[in-house]
């Protein structure tokens, strides 16, 4: 995990790099404004900890040019400043979390890990689509041109894999460690005659088919939409 600390006061600089790297994050730090913002607008990070008073380039401005430039990193904000209308302004701007000086590192850890944490949750994408088949994955339902299909509990997580993986080749081994929570036997045919289940559901009475048999290697679900040579 990359970190870009950007604070001008020496001390607290140093006891954030070395509390974050004892801590075993990456570090990356800088001590000013104008480096701070040039590093958060070149180079990637997980996470931006930025002071917001630097002397040249304040914290304000190098959030508001990472967020001008599409740039989500989380950014939590130090700030000495206890005021409502600095936390309204950062809110504004696209802070994802303050921290008021002076403070205690076990704070800051926290704060770093749960914005991690937030931040690289898996994606709360409510629906899938490949083709016109759909699948809502809060209401578990799957239709296809429109038309209901009924999957059982393990047809639904092969079909949810396969979709969040569409146009990639997924081995009999991943598809049983993450469907069916075991370890591949190859004396077992579990897998193909779910997908077999799967396939008479989903593309049997539809066109074009969508999951595919890739031999010696696994399955794929996939939409090829050119077939013309
Ligand atoms: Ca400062």
């Known amino acids: 995990m990359r970190l870009l600390v ?28 104008l480096d701070g913002h040039h590093l958060a607008m070149t180079e990637s990070f997980d996470l931006v900890i930025l002071d917001v008073m630097l002397p040249d380039v304040d914290g ?61 949750a898996p994606s709360t994408q409510e629906e899938l689509q490949v083709a016109d088949l759909e699948i809502n994955l809060l209401k578990r339902r799957v239709s ?26 997924l081995p009999r081994s991943i598809i049983a460690s993450q469907v069916w929570d075991m370890i591949f036997d190859s004396d077992t045919n579990v897998i193909d005659v779910a997908i077999r289940r799967l396939r008479s559901k989903v593309d049997d009475e539809f066109e074009p088919k969508l999951i595919h048999t890739v031999r010696g290697m696994g399955y794929t679900l996939e939409w090829e939409q050119d077939h013309e040579s």
């Open 6 to 33: 950007v604070e001008d006061e020496i001390k607290t600089a140093d006891y954030l790099r070395q509390g974050l790297t004892e801590a075993g994050f990456q570090v990356s730090l800088a001590r000013n404004g």
């Open 60 to 120: 304000w401005r190098i959030l508001q040019s990472l967020r001008e430039a599409k740039n989500a990193t989380p950014v939590l904000f130090l700030t000495a400043r206890d005021s409502v209308d600095d936390r309204v302004k950062g809110l504004e701007l696209g802070a994802d979390d303050y921290l008021i000086k002076p403070f205690a590192f076990v704070e800051v850890l926290a704060r770093v890990r749960s914005l991690l944490r937030r931040t690289q």
């Open 144 to 169: 296809r041109a429109g038309k209901r299909i009924n999957l059982s509990h393990k047809e639904f997580c092969l079909l949810e894999l396969l979709m969040r993986h569409q146009g990639e080749v």
